[in-house]
């Protein structure tokens, strides 16, 4: 739910007195109200009454006083107790409060908002005058496309200029006069439509529209306030009605999916006559629609994609990107006072388009430039360095630290030998995978659409798994793997929740998705997964793309795909280094492979790697690589000196391996055989350096302590 600005509810209460004052009811409010919210007074703290005050001025009115009060008696004008309730549902689900949207729905709610006075005298006038302030707020005669996008402007999009008239003429002509312009959220599509209106005088458009009036038209106001099938009836009357009045009229929504999504049988009928009455009324429609909503409703609809000629707005290019940022270059250099170059442009588009998906171009490439340059403000002109800068900056946008590497090929080229030193035990799994990521992410990639390598690791707890996964995420992306454990997931209902988060309801799919285009997405625990979501799973491997509950499409074809199954039953051997090739796994490998996951799903893999359990080479490798000198030089830190000998490290391995225990378990064995004892002769011994040793005797590990000074 959006959160409401804190001065809306005042704000309200100044327009509906200042509609008293006037004797004009809604239009004065609503006319204040919209000047407030428009003029930025209120958001700069000047206050809300001089804000007010201002905004009078620009409408040519004078504020109204409010009158004086008997002692006793409040004449406040108050709004319902159901004001804020209104406000509430009215923001539900939407990005922002946006001015004109509020403008319309209080004008199609106002009865509720005022407690006598201001309404009107009779139920009749009251009736004629809502109608009217209800078509009012349905139509907007001045399209103000840069809503969407605040203050930025559209410009550079000059392949558009150079293809649409010509496409949508031959489009309008052959089959419908009306348009639906549809493409990805960022391609352009209110752009578009902006140099479509604004060449329609000059001509430069298709001869259908020369000369037409343009106006939005409002399909979420048309459906506000309505609470019996015979509103819906009247208000299709009026709109009917305001056709008749106003010949040659281009009616632009890009909200029509209020009502082909809706239930209601009669907004369906309503579609169909709408269209009608455009052919007959030498009346166009212009549709906006996202590319998932017209694949979702429109296609498969043949006979509603028949009523629009449907015209496919590509997604923005880089080029077209760097055209945008030229064109709002003096204007971010005169507020910043910095210059910026051409290579700069370039390099800001570059960072945005990789690494900030959940955003659209431009939006995403100006909102980039704007915090670079905000950072680069406070430093001295010496001191600016627009990479750390621009790393900096997706900082701050993505909530995200990024790692400064090489390019990808010196990247790939080092992660197995890094692996290999960090990872212990894994030299199979580590070289296997590696060796299907150059290769994913080469040009030689037959299927570039798909996941940058899907791997499918099982095996018994803590053998590893994990870890692998961990350090391969650090190294290659520089941040941890986001994980979804789908033992949350084994109800078929529970499949909603990795396309969409609602509250308290754990991980989702599309918070992997958000601002991580490059990283590891892990699935633990896929043997718990209930069958839809493992269908869902295999639909998303298969396709390179994640469709979330809104009906968007989100690629993943920069992500690297990890599925981690803890399955038991697999062969018991020991013996190895911790792994075996996948080519020479027993059959009851295989077996156990095929009886949890479907041949499609193990078929959509790229690498498959059993993990059988640790060798007590493997443990005692883990003890001499990372456990023991982790302690050694905790002591050194405080003045001692620990020597461990080969049976203690043997022993701490094989008692773990005889009461079955593994890597994962390893660590606490460690504090209990070896770290504990010592910590026991450091306390025996308080206020001096000591020397340790360590023997293993009975079973048991044994510390001796001599002064540090005596052994030097």
């Keep these: 739910m959006s959160t409401l600005p804190p001065f809306l509810p005042d704000a309200l209460e100044l327009a509906a007195r200042q509609a008293h004052a006037e004797g004009s009811s809604v239009v004065g409010a609503v006319h204040l109200l919209n000047a407030l919210l428009q003029s930025g007074a209120v958001k700069r703290d000047k206050g809300l009454r001089r804000a007010s005050v201002e905004a009078l001025a620009a409408l040519g009115r004078e504020p109204a006083k409010a009158p004086e009060a008997e002692p006793g008696e409040d004449v406040e004008l108050e709004l319902e107790p159901r004001l804020q309730s209104l406000l509430q549902e009215w923001s539900r689900g939407a990005d922002a409060l946006d001015p004109r949207s509020l403008q319309r729905q209080l004008l199609a709610h106002w009865d509720q908002l005022l407690e006598g006075g201001v309404r009107a005298d009779s139920e009749e006038d009251q009736s004629s005058e809502m109608e009217q302030a209800w078509l009012e707020s349905l139509f907007s005669p001045e399209l103000d496309l840069n809503l969407r ?94 056709l008749d009045r106003h010949p040659n009229t281009v009616l632009v929504t890009d909200k029509l999916q209020s009502w082909l999504g809706n239930e209601n049988p009669l907004l369906n009928d309503f579609v169909q006559r709408l269209f009608g009455m455009m052919d007959t009324r030498s009346h166009h429609m212009v549709v906006l629609e ?56 370039a390099r800001v588009v570059e960072q945005a388009d990789e690494l900030l998906p959940s955003l659209h171009f431009p939006r995403k490439a100006l909102v980039l430039l704007d915090t670079t340059l905000a950072i680069l403000a406070l430093k001295e002109p010496t001191d600016r360095d627009w990479e750390k800068a621009l790393s900096l900056a997706l900082v701050r946008i993505t909530g995200q630290a990024r790692r400064h590497y090489p390019d990808l090929e010196q990247r790939l080229a080092a992660l197995e030998p890094l692996l290999l030193d960090r990872v212990i035990g894994q030299e199979h799994a580590i070289h296997e995978i590696c060796r299907s990521l150059r290769f994913q992410k080469s040009d030689l990639d037959l299927e570039p659409e798909r996941p940058d390598g899907v791997y499918l ?90 469709r979330d509950a809104r009906g968007t499409d989100s690629p993943i074809s920069e992500l690297t795909v990890v599925l981690l199954s803890d399955l038991v039953g697999l062969s018991e051997h020991r013996g190895t280094m911790g792994f075996v090739d996948p080519e020479q796994r027993d ?126």
């Design 290 to 345: 996202d590319l998932a909503f017209y694949n979702a409703v429109y296609r498969p609809n043949p006979a509603l994609e028949d009523l629009l000629a449907p015209v496919y707005i590509a997604p923005m290019r880089r080029e077209d990107v760097i055209q945008v940022l030229r064109e709002v270059r003096s204007r971010v250099e005169d507020h910043y006072q910095i210059p910026v170059a051409d290579d700069i442009l």
């Design 457 to 546: 690791l099982v095996g018994p707890v803590g053998v590893g798994k994990q870890v692998l996964v961990n350090e391969l995420s650090l190294q290659l992306y520089g941040r941890k793997p986001f994980v979804i454990d789908l033992m949350d997931f084994q109800e078929p209902e529970s499949l909603l929740r990795l396309t969409s988060s609602p509250e308290g309801q754990g991980a989702s799919l599309a918070m992997a998705l958000h601002n991580m285009p490059r990283s590891v997405l892990l699935f633990k625990n896929l043997e718990y997964a209930a069958e839809e979501v493992l269908h869902f799973l295999l639909q998303c491997i298969t396709t390179g793309r994640v």
């Design 149 to 242: 996008y605040g203050r930025t402007p559209m410009a550079g999009l000059l392949e558009y200029e150079e293809y649409l008239p010509a496409l949508m003429e031959v489009l309008i002509r052959r089959y419908r006069q009306n348009l639906l312009l549809y493409g990805p959220k960022g391609s352009g599509r209110h752009s578009v439509l902006r140099r479509l209106i604004e060449n329609s005088a000059a001509g430069r458009v298709p001869t259908i529209f020369r000369g037409r009036r343009f106006v939005e038209f409002s399909a979420e106001v048309f459906l506000s306030g309505v609470e019996e099938p015979g509103d819906l009836v009247r208000r299709f009357e009026l709109l009917s009605e305001y």
């Design 587 to 712: 059959p009851f490998s295989e077996l156990a492979l095929r009886e949890y996951f479907s041949p499609e799903l193990l078929r959509a893999v790229d690498k498959t790697v059993v993990f059988l359990p640790l060798a007590e080479e493997v443990l005692m490798e883990i003890l001499r690589r990372k456990l023991l000198p982790e302690l050694e030089q905790r002591l050194k830190r405080i003045g001692h000196r620990l020597v461990v000998c080969e049976d203690v490290i043997q022993h701490i391995a094989e008692t773990g391996i005889a009461e079955g225990r593994n890597a994962q378990t390893l660590n606490s064995d460690f504090r209990r055989l070896l770290a504990m004892p010592v910590n026991e002769a450091l306390l025996a011994s308080p206020g001096q350096p000591l020397y340790l040793t360590t023997r293993v005797e009975n079973d048991q590990i044994v510390v001796d302590a001599l002064p540090l000074a005596e052994k030097s």
